[in-house]
């Protein structure tokens, strides 16, 4: 093949992406929750180890991009689009009120607002750092963001306590940095709840989120499950606001079954948030789009959400490669991901109402006849047979991820 000319390389992508096919409109994608995150679609390639690759972008052109695709709602930190040295003054309001001039012109809503309390120097210590000023300038950040979320419309507020922790051991008392941690909670809640009452609105939803690894070398809440109980300590003033927001990836990362911790959450009554995205077991934090990895994985998930009624955000909480173009990550990477969205969570209502795997199930559920149940012989016997059913659905999951089902083989 010749080289291609670069005024010729856009083109090609979208001929090769409208050759792909297999995508909804936007008006379809729009009939789901899924939430488009500034600093996604912001992100500039840059790493620890890497330049960034792509240009700067405003939050006006990522709300336009968002709504040409069709992803309805939008989030963001509170510093993704507000200088450090503006929050709380004058030219916080200015900014504010472009958001909602941009949201209102393209038809979007602001799902969630979240604080950045890891990137700036003044975090070094983390929110909850040993000197009393840095722990009310925290305060003052988080109450400032439910001010910010309320402005916007949001329904939720998520925080990342990744700074949360320590290079050296010995170096913090781990009670009490949890203390002031959840007096920033605590800070956050009362606010909104003052806010709220102004208003006329319901109170957010204030969702923790947890990641077992970076940036700190220990980290106090690495897990879903660490916050849970840490939730449930008797630390917050109000736990009933406050609940959870997972991020795939970064259960994975640890080597957890994103399922399981899902299903921890939700029989907690704590899955208020959901952020997707994809990656691999016990490596790092590289946020793929949602379905590029672990497709079936991802199918199992969505099969459990759907059968326990979450209707939660979904928010696209990914990067797009280092190797994609600017023009690429609205061409190719937020359309592609809400897609595998879509039809993972359709394939997962086919799963849910497949006659096969209902009848497996069932079966399973039911049992072989027991005539003594003290009888471990007897029992092993009964169930013998119906225990291969396990592996049977299994086969049949992949059945429906790879169309076999409808018929699909390939002569050889």
Same mark, same amino acid.
Request: some cysteine; proline content about 6%.
């Given at each position: 093949?010749?080289?291609?000319?670069?005024?010729?390389?856009?083109?090609?992508?979208?001929?090769?992406?409208?050759?792909?096919?297999?995508?909804?409109?936007?008006?379809?994608?729009?009939?789901?929750?899924?939430?488009?995150?500034?600093?996604?679609?912001?992100?500039?390639?840059?790493?620890?180890?890497?330049?960034?690759?792509?240009?700067?972008?405003?939050?006006?052109?990522?709300?336009?991009?968002?709504?040409?695709?069709?992803?309805?709602?939008?989030?963001?930190?509170?510093?993704?689009?507000?200088?450090?040295?503006?929050?709380?003054?004058?030219?916080?309001?200015?900014?504010?009120?472009?958001?909602?001039?941009?949201?209102?012109?393209?038809?979007?809503?602001?799902?969630?607002?979240?604080?950045?309390?890891?990137?700036?120097?003044?975090?070094?210590?983390?929110?909850?750092?040993?000197?009393?000023?840095?722990?009310?300038?925290?305060?003052?950040?988080?109450?400032?963001?439910?001010?910010?979320?309320?402005?916007?419309?949001?329904?939720?507020?998520?925080?990342?306590?990744?700074?949360?922790?320590?290079?050296?051991?010995?170096?913090?008392?781990?009670?009490?940095?949890?203390?002031?941690?959840?007096?920033?909670?605590?800070?956050?809640?009362?606010?909104?709840?003052?806010?709220?009452?102004?208003?006329?609105?319901?109170?957010?939803?204030?969702?923790?989120?947890?990641?077992?690894?970076?940036?700190?070398?220990?980290?106090?809440?690495?897990?879903?499950?660490?916050?849970?109980?840490?939730?449930?300590?008797?630390?917050?003033?109000?736990?009933?606001?406050?609940?959870?927001?997972?991020?795939?990836?970064?259960?994975?990362?640890?080597?957890?079954?994103?399922?399981?911790?899902?299903?921890?959450?939700?029989?907690?009554?704590?899955?208020?948030?959901?952020?997707?995205?994809?990656?691999?077991?016990?490596?790092?934090?590289?946020?793929?789009?949602?379905?590029?990895?672990?497709?079936?994985?991802?199918?199992?998930?969505?099969?459990?959400?759907?059968?326990?009624?979450?209707?939660?955000?979904?928010?696209?909480?990914?990067?797009?490669?280092? @190797? @994609?173009?600017?023009?690429?990550?609205?061409?190719?990477?937020?359309? @592609?991901?809400?897609?595998?969205?879509?039809?993972?969570?359709?394939?997962?209502?086919?799963?849910?109402?497949?006659?096969?795997?209902?009848?497996? @199930?069932?079966?399973?559920?039911?049992?072989?006849?027991?005539?003594?149940?003290?009888?471990?012989?007897?029992?092993?016997?009964?169930?013998?047979?119906?225990?291969?059913?396990?592996?049977?659905?299994?086969?049949?999951?992949?059945?429906?991820?790879?169309?076999?089902?409808?018929?699909?083989?390939?002569?050889?």
């Amino acid at each position: 093949m010749s080289p291609i000319p670069e005024n010729q390389q856009q083109a090609m992508v979208s001929r090769l992406m409208s050759a792909c096919g297999g995508s909804y409109s936007p008006e379809t994608r729009r009939k789901y929750y899924i939430s488009g995150p500034q600093w996604a679609a912001a992100y500039q390639g840059q790493a620890l180890f890497h330049a960034p690759t792509r240009p700067a972008i405003d939050f006006e052109s990522v709300i336009r991009k968002y709504s040409d695709i069709g992803i309805g709602y939008w989030s963001t930190h509170d510093t993704d689009v507000i200088p450090t040295e503006a929050l709380g003054k004058p030219a916080q309001a200015e900014i504010v009120g472009r958001i909602q001039k941009a949201l209102a012109e393209n038809g979007l809503q602001c799902s969630m607002v979240t604080t950045e309390t890891f990137y700036h120097a003044v975090w070094a210590a983390s929110p909850a750092a040993e000197a009393p000023g840095v722990r009310q300038y925290a305060n003052f950040r988080v109450q400032n963001t439910v001010e910010i979320g309320h402005e916007l419309g949001a329904n939720f507020a998520v925080y990342w306590p990744g700074s949360l922790g320590y290079y050296v051991q010995g170096a913090i008392e781990e009670t009490q940095t949890l203390r002031w941690y959840a007096d920033a909670i605590n800070a956050a809640c009362d606010r909104d709840i003052e806010v709220a009452a102004q208003k006329g609105r319901p109170t957010l939803k204030h969702c923790m989120e947890a990641k077992p690894f970076e940036p700190q070398a220990e980290i106090l809440l690495p897990t879903s499950d660490a916050m849970l109980a840490f939730i449930a300590s008797g630390l917050l003033t109000h736990p009933e606001m406050v609940g959870l927001n997972p991020e795939y990836l970064h259960e994975l990362m640890w080597g957890a079954a994103p399922r399981a911790v899902l299903a921890r959450a939700l029989l907690a009554g704590k899955l208020f948030h959901f952020d997707i995205n994809d990656g691999y077991r016990l490596k790092h934090d590289v946020d793929i789009g949602v379905g590029l990895v672990n497709p079936l994985d991802w199918l199992n998930v969505l099969v459990l959400l759907r059968s326990h009624g979450y209707n939660g955000p979904f928010n696209l909480d990914f990067k797009p490669p280092r @190797t @994609t173009s600017q023009f690429g990550v609205f061409e190719v990477s937020f359309p @592609t991901a809400v897609d595998r969205f879509i039809t993972l969570w359709e394939m997962a209502g086919e799963v849910l109402s497949d006659p096969i795997i209902q009848e497996a @199930t069932d079966a399973l559920k039911a049992g072989g006849p027991v005539t003594d149940p003290r009888d471990a012989e007897a029992l092993t016997s009964a169930n013998r047979e119906l225990l291969t059913l396990h592996e049977l659905i299994a086969h049949r999951l992949v059945q429906i991820l790879l169309g076999l089902h409808r018929g699909r083989a390939f002569s050889i």
